[in-house]
């Protein structure tokens, strides 16, 4: 299935030079159980939980990529993605509460592994690198889950009526939302311009493809975490 708005520009050939680590993600089997109705209920507590802890750090990545923006469109840009994650958290806890997670549960609740990883390295390039490296490890979870969330809404497979998760699958058709992201990949393209992407593009595409992979390795967190609760004794 594709989607245009994924396709083009220097944000389409990082994605596409990802290759089978993009697809291992956004068509990961968690996502396919997602679609399916079938994911395993402790899977997804368990995600919902580790995904409000890396919502937290993620906030504070886009905060550090504000830091390092002067131009003015720019730093509107960024300003208005980190106010949307801001504005997400309680939307995130109503939701969870629905699945009977507290806000205090979720806080309490050490990071996983996946999570540390995942988190770290973002941060990490945020500090030692430049805007374009920081976004750049930003991307694969800001426009990987729109395309997730796209094709999931756009597959003839996908079942809706009675699935636990159809309301999750159905956040990524919210306009705002897909606007937001419409923004990150305006503000990715002209940051790239600016910033000598192209004589860059090996050193971004690692960074893009190390971050792909971390995002499927979110998603497998929640499979392991159902699994690991059916072989206890």
């Keep these: 299935m594709t989607h245009p708005l994924f396709e083009t520009g220097f944000y389409g050939r990082l994605r596409q030079q990802a290759g089978p680590h993009w697809h291992a993600y956004v068509a990961h089997n968690f996502v396919q159980q997602l679609g399916q109705g079938t994911l395993p209920p402790a899977a997804f507590?368990?995600?919902l939980t580790q995904d409000y802890l890396f919502l937290l750090h993620f906030?504070?990545?886009w905060g550090l990529l504000i830091s390092k923006l002067s131009a003015p469109d720019a730093l509107r840009s960024a300003t208005a993605s980190l106010n949307a994650i801001v504005s997400e958290l309680p939307l995130h806890l109503d939701?969870?509460?629905q699945w009977g997670i507290s806000e205090a549960a979720m806080a309490s609740e050490?990071?996983?592994v996946?999570?540390?990883?995942?988190?770290?390295?973002?941060l990490d390039v945020g500090h030692s690198g430049d805007a374009l490296e920081l976004l750049t490890a930003l991307m694969p979870c800001v426009a990987g889950y729109a395309e997730t969330g796209l094709t999931l809404l756009q597959d003839p497979a996908t079942r809706f009526?009675?699935?636990p998760y159809a309301a999750w699958i159905e956040n990524y058709c919210d306009e705002?939302?897909?606007n937001g992201v419409r923004n990150a990949l305006s503000l990715f393209e002209t940051l790239a311009g600016e910033r000598a992407a192209e004589q860059r593009f090996a050193s971004l595409a690692q960074i893009f493809t190390t971050a792909t992979r971390l995002e499927s390795?979110?998603?497998q967190m929640g499979l392991n975490h159902a699994a690991s609760l059916q072989v206890r004794p």
């Design 95 to 97: 939701y969870c509460q």
């Design 176 to 178: 705002s939302y897909l």
């Design 45 to 47: 507590r368990h995600y």
């Design 217 to 219: 390795a979110f998603w």
């Design 114 to 122: 996946e999570t540390l990883n995942y988190t770290r390295y973002v």
């Design 161 to 163: 009526s009675g699935n």
């Design 110 to 112: 050490p990071e996983a």
């Design 59 to 61: 906030a504070r990545a």
